[in-house]
């Protein structure tokens, strides 16, 4: 250390390049001991040109690449400027070498490292890392032109099977590449085709650009495998294999990155644990960073990750980075991860924030918001049902004497208690100081007959049963996704394999419950915390049950999403039959969430199975383990936010003066590497420097880390570990079997109703508008006494020019606007979408005052027909004529019309076709065709 005290400012930088250098594979040579064939890159220092010495030259095969121009590191912030110098020695003639101007040109103090590639088009210095490997800048060369030079050829984008935002999204961003911007936003709405934009835009790179390796980072290892599987049933439009075949994609699973995939899918957090030559504790990967433990711990630490280079994955490994889900503050934490590669950044989100915008540096190449992905049919627009109950609002009162049972809110162990004092409780006390069965049951109860009777009616299966549509649940915590199963499955009498908990800590592989839940049709209700809050597709999800407010807004919008998908009808009905089209989906909120504030907070929690007298327990007999250390602490710090002044005055009695806050810092401690490596270096220090051997300083951590956890784990005994069990007791669960909840509130939002409103309006608004242009339009409207003229290629007609123009004006969604505005059910929507059509269009333009499903109308005309004959002409028709007249009614339902050459087709040919009725009704048959065209259009 002393030496570098003495030295010179760019000394110490020339150290601190010469280090970097080695690091990155180049030989270090003097310009009086210059060997080129020494090795594959060399970098020789002061060589002369006929501007002056260069700081360094760098040689790649014997020959001249590039030079460094090294400066002081107090010069940091000046690098640009001196540009022009390095340029200037870039283009100059090295001594004894007529050479061409050289294209790898760096700037760099040792700490701080610019480089320009004077091959790019408009050649632009950027920060990076460290300096390229020898291999890397000899493939370059091999290649010729340079990545940014590539990118402007690549031709332009084949449209085919690409929706409009995705075209939007894939061309902009490819425009900003050949701009050189280094980073870019992709905002796109859940369920728009992010992850199928970005394998588009993936394989352009590799075929058209030549893209060595891309990264593809995710947060969670559930959104790598859902990539991986986009990856692989990808398939270009230029070619007819599988991304797969024509790539190397691999998702990393172990620090091993292969020298030949073209794409690697990994998490951010194996990523860091790579650069930092760490093994990866297995969990981190469960959830995203924001929700989890492994990453507050290390945020817990108050510093930035520090990363530092790492040979065997250089910052040239990956030519561009997708990040996923890029609105998560993993850019926070992680910059330095990311920084790290000298690469373009892609991000995608569905819902950014203001960091979001600020860290790709406003660069929004594409904004395709979910109301848009509504207007265009992409996904399908939501509903919002209230089920508000009595104590959901209100909380209720314990009262002192009643016997209840109290329960751990982790391990879910009960006891028997009669209480001595009051508990009043408030809403914001549910499933957290107290459960009330009833209040769950209520809400549960209170869905079930929604559903049946105003959500989804009309669900009835062929034997009669209501089927439920596929509802997600999203609870608070685990303990209350356990409660919450066990009444669903009573209050909707069916089994366990009914309604199902998805998340990270079931025994059952949560995968497979997904998947099952995803394409089976049981379970028909899944209940989940986190693990499919955001990022997983579950497409024929009608429902989403909110049974926990949401703190952030971001997290929110991402959990509404996931009832966004669209589903085409034949895949919906493999998993609930009795669903004819997935138009919209429901959000029934039953606590407020559409409406209330959003903040963030989660807890550190690493072994939530084990009660807290155990954790107790095992400290006190001397287990060192670091998980076990920081439950212990996550519990004390819960603790000590709930018991009172009197009871932190009572514990210092039991713990030698020592107070929570200063018992959980010492368990913190205990495993911190900063305080473990701060007391060996006062134990090194007294040795002499050349007896501090590699052994001896570990030596001196691990008796300095052993002292931090006696330090910690002496304060406790058995007096203060039943204290703190008991104080603790206050705080568990009170199971409330007594207050019986009712429902207060059960119906659409006034959105809802707006909405219902606002769909009507723009339905009858686009019937008036195109009435003198669709055939069909311009009869019901202008000439309604030539109903029995339409045909169904009419009605076709104007469903293919709705659905084109209009695809949030879907029948089926305009139907269940006005039985929303009428209150009431009215008559039962039609199976058939195109009868759906007629029926809306009958309502719209008058002929019907109220909404009456056309099948039904036409069933109610021709009764009404048949009697009228039977009135004027006792039993005018034979029963053979009867069946007939039926056969041709069932035909008008279908098809709107009959002709007399319909005769010869299904069903009536098989009957005797046209012959045959004139067999039966003679010269009448023309006029009794003609009388049911008019009769039953009426």
């Not at 504790?281 to 711990?297: F, G, I, T, V, Y």
């Not at 910059?335 to 929004?364: C, H, M, S, W």
């Not at 995803?518 to 379970?523: E, I, V």
């Not at 204290?723 to 007594?738: A, F, G, T």
Request: hydrophobic share 35%; net charge neutral.
């Amino acid at each position: 250390m002393s030496n570098i005290r003495n030295q010179n400012p760019e000394q110490i930088a020339r150290d601190k390049i010469d280090e970097m250098l080695k690091l990155s594979g180049w030989l270090v040579q003097s310009k009086k001991k210059v060997d080129l064939s020494a090795g594959k890159g060399v970098a020789v220092r002061e060589y002369q040109t006929d501007v002056g010495p260069a700081d360094y030259v760098l040689f790649v095969n014997r020959k001249p690449v590039g030079i460094i121009e090294a400066k002081r590191e107090d010069e940091g912030h000046r690098l640009t400027v001196v540009e022009e110098q390095s340029s200037n020695y870039a283009n100059a003639k090295l001594k004894y070498l007529n050479n061409d101007p050289l294209p790898f040109v760096y700037e760099s103090t040792g700490t701080i490292t610019r480089f320009t590639d004077y091959r790019d088009p408009k050649p632009r210095g950027r920060n990076v890392f460290s300096f390229h490997k020898p291999e890397t800048i000899a493939d370059w060369l091999k290649k010729g032109d340079s990545l940014r030079k590539r990118l402007l050829s690549i031709p332009a984008l084949d449209v085919t099977g690409l929706r409009p935002a995705q075209i939007v999204a894939v061309n902009n961003l490819e425009h900003s590449f050949k701009k050189n911007r280094p980073k870019a936003l992709i905002q796109m709405a859940t369920g728009a085709g992010k992850t199928f934009t970005a394998a588009t835009f993936v394989y352009r790179l590799l075929k058209h650009a030549d893209a060595k390796r891309i990264l593809f980072l995710v947060d969670t290892k559930n959104l790598g495998e859902q990539a991986e599987q986009e990856f692989m049933t990808f398939q270009p439009n230029d070619d007819n294999r599988k991304f797969t075949e024509l790539y190397n994609v691999q998702r990393l699973s172990s620090s091993y990155i292969a020298s030949d995939s073209q794409v690697c899918i990994s998490t951010i957090q194996r990523l860091y644990s790579i650069l930092k030559g760490e093994e990866l504790d297995e969990s981190a990967e469960l959830e995203n960073p924001n929700e989890n433990s492994w990453l507050q711990n290390k945020m817990s630490k108050n510093k930035a990750v520090p990363v530092e280079y790492t040979p065997k994955v250089p910052i040239e490994q990956f030519d561009f980075i997708v990040i996923d889900e890029a609105h998560r503050s993993i850019y926070n934490l992680w910059k330095q991860v990311l920084d790290y590669f000298d690469a373009f950044l892609i991000g995608l989100t569905a819902t950014p924030d203001k960091r979001t915008f600020g860290f790709f540096n406003e660069n929004v190449v594409s904004q395709y918001t979910y109301e848009e992905s509504v207007t265009d049919g992409v996904n399908v627009p939501y509903d919002v049902y209230t089920i508000e109950t009595d104590i959901s609002q209100n909380g209720a009162m314990i009262e002192s004497g009643w016997f209840v049972d109290r329960r751990d809110k982790l391990t879910r162990k009960k006891r028997w208690q009669q209480e001595d004092e009051d508990t009043d409780y408030k809403r914001n006390d549910l499933d957290k100081k107290v459960v009330n069965p009833s209040q769950i049951r209520n809400i549960i109860r209170e869905y079930k007959k929604a559903l049946k009777t105003t959500i989804y009616p009309n669900r009835i299966d062929e034997n009669g049963d209501y089927e439920v549509p596929k509802t997600l649940v999203f609870a608070k915590t685990d303990s209350h996704a356990d409660d919450i199963i066990k009444i669903i499955r009573e209050e909707f009498d069916e089994g366990n394999d009914f309604c199902k908990k998805v998340t990270y800590k079931i025994e059952e592989d949560p995968k497979s419950v997904l998947n099952r839940f995803r394409n089976s049709y049981y379970p028909r209700i899944a209940v989940t915390v986190d693990m499919i809050a955001t990022g997983t597709d579950v497409k024929p999800l009608e429902v989403l049950l909110f049974m926990r407010d949401v703190k952030s807004i971001n997290y929110f919008e991402q959990m509404k999403g996931r009832g966004t998908r669209t589903i085409n009808s034949d895949s919906l009905q493999l998993v609930t039959k009795t669903a004819k089209t997935k138009t919209h989906f429901v959000i029934v909120d039953a606590v407020g969430a559409t409406k209330s504030k959003k903040t963030d907070s989660r807890p550190l929690e690493r072994k939530p199975s084990v009660p807290m007298k155990d954790l107790l327990g095992a400290v006190t007999m001397g287990v060192a383990d670091e998980d076990l250390f920081l439950s212990l602490a996550n519990r004390l710090i819960r603790l000590e936010k709930q018991i009172t002044s009197t009871e932190k005055d009572r514990l210092l009695e039991f713990s030698g003066g020592k107070n929570l806050k200063q018992i959980t810092k010492e368990l913190i401690t205990a495993f911190d590497q900063d305080e473990i490596e701060t007391k060996a270096q006062i134990e090194i220090d007294k040795i002499p420097v050349h007896d501090q051997t590699p052994a001896l300083i570990e030596e001196a951590k691990k008796k300095a880390q052993e002292q931090l956890i006696l330090e910690a784990s002496k304060t406790f005994n058995g007096e203060l570990n039943g204290y703190l069990d008991n104080v603790r007791k206050q705080h568990e669960q009170i199971i409330d079997s007594v207050n019986i909840d009712t429902v207060t509130k059960s119906e659409w939002e006034s959105t809802s109703v707006d909405k219902a409103t606002e769909i009507v309006k723009d339905f009858t608004a686009y019937l008036e508008a195109n009435k003198d242009e669709i055939k069909a339009l311009s009869i019901f409207y202008n000439q309604p006494y030539n109903r029995r003229d339409i045909t169904f290629k009419m009605i076709k007609d104007v469903m293919e020019k709705l659905q084109l123009e209009k695809p949030l004006l879907a029948p089926d969604y305009v139907w269940d606007a006005y039985v929303t505005l009428s209150g009431v059910e009215g008559s039962q929507k039609p199976k058939d979408q195109l009868t759906v059509l007629v029926s809306l269009i009958r309502r719209a333009c008058g002929i019907d005052s109220e909404l009456k499903a056309y099948d039904k109308t036409i069933e109610n005309n021709f009764k009404t027909w048949i009697f009228k004959q039977n009135a004027g002409q006792h039993n005018r028709f034979s029963q053979e004529q009867l069946d007939w007249l039926r056969m041709i009614k069932d035909h008008v339902v279908s098809s709107y019309h009959i002709e007399i050459d319909d005769l010869e087709y299904t069903p009536f040919d098989a009957k005797g076709g046209k012959g045959k009725m004139h067999q039966l009704f003679g010269n009448q048959m023309n006029e009794i065709i003609k009388e049911l065209n008019e009769v039953l259009a009426a």
